[in-house]
Nanobody, 125 residues
Framework: QVQLVESGGGLVHAGGSLRLSCAAS????????MGWFRQAPGKEREFVTA????????YYADSVKGRFTISRDNAKNTVYLQMNSLKPEDTAIYYC??????????????????WGQGTQVTVSS
């Protein structure tokens, strides 16, 4: 069992930055690929980014590529999402998720075994 707790969301002006954190419980954090998804009001949950077990591979949705950076610290059981050059369309609830051993379908929400409660990110224009 893994529990995920996100933090770092908030209100920011367009062009600003935020850093989200997701702290995981348990001693097997390094066995999980980690992902970030987001859901805006009235829209489906969408893939944002993912990182492999060791952190050697990262994947991004086209909409955030070049602006967002995912990283992980397995010693701290934490995954991070650095978000720069934020746009109003980035406004959403951001969720972190854990996928045991990872998979090629890292962009599919159904692949993930555990989810956090989400943190709100609001970008004003």
């Amino acid at each position: 069992q893994v529990q995920l707790v996100e933090s770092g969301g908030g209100l920011v002006h367009a062009g600003g930055s935020l850093r989200l954190s997701c702290a995981a419980s348990g001693r097997t954090f390094s066995s999980y690929a980690m992902g970030w998804f987001r859901q805006a009001p009235g829209k489906e949950r969408e893939f944002v980014t993912a990182i492999s077990l060791s952190g050697g591979n990262t994947y991004y949705a086209d909409s955030v590529k070049g602006r967002f950076t995912i990283s992980r610290d397995n010693a701290k059981n934490t995954v991070y999402l650095q978000m720069n050059s934020l746009k109003p369309e980035d406004t959403a609830i951001y969720y972190c998720a854990a996928d045991l051993y990872g998979s090629a379908s890292y962009f599919k929400a159904y692949e993930y075994d555990y989810w956090g409660q989400g943190t709100q990110v609001t970008v004003s224009s």
